[in-house]
């Protein structure tokens, strides 16, 4: 039975396994989850040996993680022309129909350029190819003039913009690429299994003004750990 100490009511441990072993979860609804992270986080050879072990069917043909994690690589590694054509080369509608994507490539392509120190190339090209862009888009053109801002600054140390060259803004970029793609794919963006990590987190939160039980602290073990009483 539940005790009251001040406010809260306090759960033994025993009594909140006991309510956790009554909430019944198919293994089939687990193989999901988990096939979703592979699938998305494009593990590829992962996901084709739990499909093989599990049974477990994707929702996408698991050939495409091969070209999208290809196009993700491309853009980390700061091969953005590369990446572009790969893009293409899966579905040029995702391009066409995303003109804020495009731009973050062709902004990463001209970052790419200043980085090699190919000066003269980089201001032909963001004169070119980004600021027709930023005459239609607000939002582009500021993104351009911090990008061009970087060209001031022998020591981009110095530049209040300098993040731009860190390899953060690569994997930002190929993260949205990523985003494009799955959503082309008719598949989530996100995997489902961080959002309920996170959900875990807030009921746990939402739980503690009103009751002392066994948190899950540590979230790789998931084990239980005793209510501080």
């Given at each position: 039975?539940?005790?009251?100490?001040?406010?809260?009511?306090?759960?033994?441990?025993?009594?909140?396994?006991?309510?956790l072993n009554?909430?019944?979860?198919?293994?089939?609804?687990?193989?999901?989850?988990?096939?979703?992270?592979?699938?998305?986080?494009?593990?590829?050879?992962?996901?084709?040996?739990?499909?093989?072990?599990?049974?477990?069917?994707?929702?996408?043909?698991?050939?495409?993680?091969?070209?999208?994690?290809?196009?993700?690589?491309?853009?980390?590694?700061?091969?953005?022309?590369?990446?572009?054509?790969?893009?293409?080369?899966?579905?040029?509608?995702?391009?066409?129909?995303?003109?804020?994507?495009?731009?973050?490539?062709?902004?990463?392509?001209?970052?790419?350029?200043?980085?090699?120190?190919?000066?003269?190339?980089?201001?032909?090209?963001?004169?070119?190819?980004?600021?027709p862009r930023?005459?239609?888009?607000?939002?582009?053109?500021?993104?351009?003039?911090?990008?061009?801002?970087?060209?001031?600054?022998?020591?981009?140390?110095?530049?209040?913009?300098?993040?731009?060259?860190?390899?953060?803004?690569?994997?930002?970029?190929?993260?949205?690429?990523?985003?494009?793609?799955?959503?082309?794919?008719?598949?989530?963006?996100?995997?489902?299994?961080?959002?309920?990590?996170?959900?875990?987190?807030?009921?746990?939160?939402?739980?503690?003004?009103?009751?002392?039980?066994?948190?899950?602290?540590?979230?790789?073990?998931?084990?239980?750990?005793?209510?501080?009483?």
């Amino acid at each position: 039975m539940d005790n009251v100490a001040g406010s809260k009511k306090v759960i033994t441990r025993e009594e909140w396994e006991k309510k956790l072993n009554d909430v019944k979860i198919r293994k089939e609804d687990m193989n999901k989850l988990v096939m979703n992270f592979l699938v998305t986080e494009g593990f590829v050879e992962a996901a084709e040996k739990f499909r093989k072990e599990s049974g477990t069917e994707p929702d996408i043909d698991l050939a495409t993680i091969t070209d999208r994690m290809a196009v993700k690589k491309a853009v980390q590694s700061g091969n953005v022309e590369d990446a572009i054509e790969k893009v293409n080369d899966l579905n040029p509608e995702i391009l066409d129909t995303n003109p804020q994507l495009y731009f973050h490539l062709q902004q990463q392509r001209l970052i790419e350029l200043i980085r090699n120190g190919k000066i003269e190339e980089a201001l032909e090209f963001a004169q070119e190819e980004l600021a027709p862009r930023g005459e239609e888009n607000q939002s582009f053109l500021e993104d351009l003039e911090k990008t061009v801002a970087l060209l001031a600054f022998e020591d981009v140390s110095n530049c209040p913009v300098g993040e731009l060259l860190d390899i953060s803004q690569r994997l930002k970029t190929a993260s949205e690429v990523n985003a494009a793609i799955l959503t082309s794919q008719s598949h989530e963006k996100d995997p489902k299994l961080p959002s309920l990590l996170k959900m875990l987190i807030w009921a746990q939160n939402q739980l503690d003004e009103k009751a002392a039980y066994p948190h899950i602290k540590d979230l790789s073990s998931a084990k239980l750990e005793d209510p501080a009483i």
